[in-house]
Each structure stands twice: as structure tokens, then as C-alpha cells.
């Protein structure tokens, strides 16, 4: 348990931000097509990284129970 950590309700808050952002991109990607250039590339790329770094990070801590408001073992 950490005591400073994020709470339950913010992991799970972190969680559905994520999914709505790679649901967002996909949609988007899949509706204009992916953009031509390195910029636009990287862009997706970062926002990729974030989203889908974010949504693994807080998915890891719920299924683990690593929230401060988690009870004792």
C-alpha cells in the first residue's frame, strides 16, 4: 500500500481518460486516414505512448491493489 499514492477512484478516473484518448485517435485515424510526415507521425506516436503508457500504468496498480486507500494486507 502507498500512503501517498493516487487513490482508487483517480486510477480508475486515469484509466477511462486513457481508454476515451486511444478510442479517440483510433476513431480519428481511422476516419481521416493516417497523415502523411514525420510531424504528424510523432504526434500519434507521443499521444500513443502517453495514452497507452497511462492506461498500462493504472490498470497495473488497480489489479494490484496499489492505491492508498487500499486496505492493509
Excluded at 485515424?29 to 500513443?48: D, K, L, N, S, V
Excluded at 500504468?57 to 496499489?66: A, C, G, H, Q, T
Aim: net charge positive.
Amino acid at each position: 500500500m502507498n500512503k501517498y499514492g493516487p487513490s482508487r477512484k483517480e486510477l480508475k478516473f486515469r484509466l477511462y481518460v486513457s481508454v476515451g484518448g486511444l478510442v479517440f485517435m483510433a476513431v480519428a485515424i481511422a476516419y481521416r486516414g493516417m497523415p502523411q510526415g514525420p510531424a504528424m507521425f510523432e504526434t500519434i506516436g507521443i499521444a500513443c505512448a502517453f495514452f497507452g503508457g497511462t492506461f498500462l500504468w493504472s490498470l497495473k496498480k488497480l489489479l494490484r491493489k496499489e492505491y492508498s486507500d487500499a486496505p492493509d494486507p
